[in-house]
């Protein structure tokens, strides 16, 4: 079975950093990409991050450009968001997400963050 086990929130005042990390195991080495969603009180759930298991490509939430970064291990078992600069308005649960397939996805449990002064 595919598990996703996420870590490294918690609170932290604005303007400070976080480094989220997403452990994945039974993950096919064919997954198609990986990355983070939030989900912030009353709304619905976003993309923010991913990176593309083919060629590497990473895509940003406009809303992060320049102050998140993703990347993976060289196992490639591991994804992190390393979280700069960070804004009451990135307070939500991050959810670490893998594509396997069009028909297929596997969601982490969940990590709360917290930016809050």
């Known amino acids: 079975q595919v598990q996703l086990v996420e870590s490294g929130g918690g609170l932290v005042q604005p303007g400070g950093s976080l480094r989220l990390s997403c452990a994945a195991s039974?993950?096919?080495?064919?997954?198609?990409?990986i990355g983070w969603f939030r989900q912030a009180p009353g709304k619905e759930r976003e993309g923010v991050s991913c990176?593309?298991?083919?060629?590497?490509?990473?895509y940003y939430a406009d809303s992060v450009k320049g102050r998140f970064t993703i990347s993976t291990n060289n196992a490639q078992n591991t994804v992190y968001l390393q979280m700069n600069s960070l804004k009451p308005e990135d307070t939500a649960v991050y959810y670490c997400?893998?594509?396997?397939?069009?028909?297929?996805?596997?969601w982490g449990q969940g990590t709360q963050v917290t930016v809050s002064s």
């Open positions: 039974g993950l096919s080495l064919d997954y198609k990409a």
């Open positions: 990176i593309n298991n083919n060629d590497g490509s990473t």
């Open positions: 997400y893998a594509r396997r397939s069009l028909l297929s996805g596997f």
